[in-house]
């Protein structure tokens, strides 16, 4: 196993647009080929710590993977369907997986291939997954229009809430709180109140399906990402997630369905950025304060981006439908830029 081949990237170049964004197409750098995680479209990628990644996809397989030196580090299999979330768990081994057989597992790195809990109870595939800060409970989503909470020690359901035509797309839970927040096909963000789970905020309704949202690592703001096509939608949002919890700034610039978004580093940067990955098969980079594009690396073939995930500080993991992983290395030279190195 590991590295299979070194070549040069051939299918791009670089260049300035009129409109001032650098878009990378630089046949210049190695690019490795690693041994493939997948045999099929690669749905979600997470970040376990600094060497490791686990994803998930078609194959109905959760693999945990080794993205410094390509190798497979194990896998999981007890799904019977396509996995659609993976969800670690902060400094530690264990992690989630959620299912289009409206499961959820938990795993353990060191621990058997088999699941070490599971969790029933959505009438449908499941959607948004996310764990609480000390790992005790587990708040999972559904296209059944519900959330559950989950006693992780026990495996059992006990909170439910069910909203109307909320068609859960993801959910993240805010650092250092009890609240998730949760994107949905109705178009709305909303943040809920894991004690008792009730909702305790509903943000300004967008134009566009909601597809993702992610917190900062302080918890004072969000992203929202938003589906569309041609450039109609296709925009992240950054929200106030404070006393105000108002919109502060918009991204535009994709011309497909938003389908992730990260806050990087602060060490990446002079100022604070974000990343976003799209159907339209680009990576931008964006200057959070101002809305401006700084950055765009275009992965050609590798069809719709489906998932980003902070590998370390300077290097980013990006699932896709056709290519599996591509791993990112975000360089200074002198400006801002993001090239692949490796795919897997």
Not at 106 to 123: I, K
Request: aromatic content about 8%; glycine content about 8%; overall charge positive.
């Amino acid at each position: 196993m590991g590295k299979l081949q070194s070549k040069l990237k051939r299918s791009t170049y670089k260049y300035s647009r009129p409109d001032g964004i650098i878009e990378d197409r630089t046949p210049t750098k190695a690019f490795q080929e690693y041994t493939p995680a997948h045999v099929d479209t690669v749905s979600v990628v997470a970040a376990l710590n600094s060497d490791l990644c686990v994803s998930g996809g078609k194959d109905k397989t959760v693999v945990a993977y080794d993205w410094k030196t390509g190798n497979v580090v194990k896998r999981f299999r007890g799904h019977e369907r396509e996995i659609t979330k993976i969800a670690c768990v902060h400094k530690s081994n264990q992690f989630f997986s959620a299912s289009r057989d409206r499961m959820v597992m938990m795993w353990d790195l060191h621990g058997s291939p088999q699941p070490r809990q599971q969790f029933s109870g959505h009438a449908m595939v499941v959607t948004g997954l996310a764990v609480c800060p000390d790992s005790s409970q587990l708040c999972t989503g559904s296209r059944d229009n519900t959330l559950l909470l989950w006693d992780v020690g026990t495996g059992q359901c006990v909170e439910r809430a069910s909203v109307s035509r909320n068609l859960v797309t993801h959910l993240c839970w805010v650092p250092r709180e009890s609240y998730i927040l949760q994107t949905s096909e109705d178009k709305t963000i909303r943040l809920w109140d894991s004690r008792g789970l009730q909702v305790a905020h509903i943000f300004p309704t967008k134009q566009h399906i909601q597809t993702y949202c992610e917190v900062s690592e302080d918890g004072h703001k969000c992203i929202s990402c938003s589906n569309g096509f041609g450039g109609e939608g296709c925009e992240a949002t950054l929200w106030d997630l404070r006393q105000t919890r108002t919109r502060i700034c918009e991204y535009k610039g994709h011309f497909q369905t938003v389908a992730s978004g990260v806050f990087l580093p602060r060490a990446l940067a002079l100022m604070p950025v974000i990343a976003t990955s799209s159907h339209d098969c680009k990576v931008k980079i964006w200057n959070q304060d101002t809305g401006a594009c700084l950055f765009t690396l275009s992965l050609d073939g590798s069809g719709p981006l489906t998932s980003l995930a902070i590998g370390n500080t300077i290097s980013l993991l990006c699932a896709s439908f056709c290519r599996g992983i591509h791993l990112l290395r975000v360089d200074h030279s002198p400006e801002l830029e993001l090239r692949e190195v490796a795919a897997f």
